[in-house]
């Protein structure tokens, strides 16, 4: 075939939604593989991704093209044949590097090719029309796009179950095992009501991440409102001295926004690890109810065992009280006979003196 796949990698795909202009709109519910092909017929250069059979992204690279870098992890282009805005998020920041160095690469050689195919058409006397297309005009970013969440791995909780103790002739394993019962329940209660305090704290960072961001848009349309401004004044000779200080404080505000938006994202990420610490007390909230569990099945064998041992101690007392009344009349009846045997004797000895 002609077309063969040169770089691939793996992103989160977004399309600018047709009506507003404004808004993403995820074409992929996860991460997908992303392409650049190379049609060595046609001599063009391709962006393709597929989510299963459907072609998500199908653009031809073109010498007029750019892709910008909104934050560390997205990157969007402009494909005027398409009419359409293509945003990446990406699990890193390299990721998104090494894809735009491979964009500006596949960029530079569509323009030699498309250079030399102009000086072959120069050369055969044929000349054409070369016809431009505008880029569309890239919109902002959500601040909320950080890489693929797929591809964290969650750790696995493993659980070792302890050997059972055999039964002995006390109660000391039933004891034993209600004391351990009573501790995972107390574990267990105190994780309860830190989950509930957790919950309640996500769900007020969740509102604040959303007020947040609609802050950080707000901050963004206005730095770039500002920027617009000072442009304006700057095409102002006759009140250069009021344009260079109003031009300073614009600076000065757009510094404070930038500084704003900088500290709100990192009450962001403090959000989100947060969220992660809270979820790592949810595996061991359910790792402590499984043992809970695994305890109560134990001490209801154990409290069986304990059951079966008294009904035998039981019955064993009472064959030995049964053996001690046969043995103590058994005593009483050699206790006479040993009277008897004694007259006996005694009368023997009379005899025999008598005679």
């Not at 998104?96 to 323009?111: C, I, N, P, V």
């Not at 690890?273 to 695994?294: G, H, M, P, V, W």
């Amino acid at each position: 075939m002609g077309e063969q796949p040169i770089f691939s990698t793996r992103a989160h795909v977004f399309q600018i939604d047709p009506n507003t202009k404004k808004n993403w709109v995820p074409t992929s519910k996860h991460a997908v593989t992303v392409s650049y092909f190379y049609d060595s017929t046609r001599n063009v250069y391709r962006i393709i991704s597929l989510d299963g059979s459907k072609a998500i992204i199908n653009s031809t690279i073109t010498p007029n093209m750019t892709f910008t870098k909104t934050s560390q992890k997205f990157g969007q282009w402009a494909d005027s044949r398409a009419n359409t805005v293509y945003g990446l998020g990406f699990s890193s920041e390299h990721h998104l590097s090494k894809f735009a160095e491979k964009f500006q690469e596949f960029k530079e050689a569509a323009r030699i090719a498309k250079e030399k195919s102009h000086e072959k058409m120069e050369l055969t006397s044929t000349p054409s029309q070369e016809s431009a297309g505008g880029d569309i005009q890239s919109p902002l970013t959500p601040e909320s796009i950080n890489g693929t969440d797929d591809e964290r791995a969650m750790p696995e909780v493993t659980q070792n179950s302890e050997p059972r103790a055999e039964p002995t002739q006390n109660a000391l394993p039933f004891t034993h095992s209600s004391t351990i019962s009573k501790h995972w329940e107390a574990e267990l209660a105190t994780l309860k009501g830190n989950n509930a305090k957790l919950t309640a704290a996500l769900l007020e960072s969740t509102a604040n991440v959303k007020q947040w961001k609609q802050q950080l848009a707000a901050y963004q349309e206005e730095a770039e409102r500002l920027h617009k401004r000072v442009t304006e004044l700057e095409c102002v000779s006759s009140q250069a001295n009021a344009v260079h200080t109003h031009k300073t404080e614009l600076n000065q505000t757009i510094q404070e926004l930038e500084a704003t938006l900088k500290k709100k994202e990192e009450e962001i990420e403090g959000l989100k690890q947060e969220i992660e610490n809270a979820r790592e007390l949810q595996a061991q909230r359910d790792s402590l109810t499984q043992k809970l569990q695994e305890v109560e099945i134990r001490n209801k064998d154990l409290e069986g065992q304990l059951s079966d041992l008294e009904q035998r101690l039981e019955k064993s007392q009472n064959e030995q009280e049964a053996f001690r009344n046969n043995l103590k009349t058994l005593l009483e009846i050699l206790d006479g006979k040993i009277f008897e045997l004694t007259e006996l004797r005694d009368n023997l000895a009379k005899l025999i003196e008598c005679s």
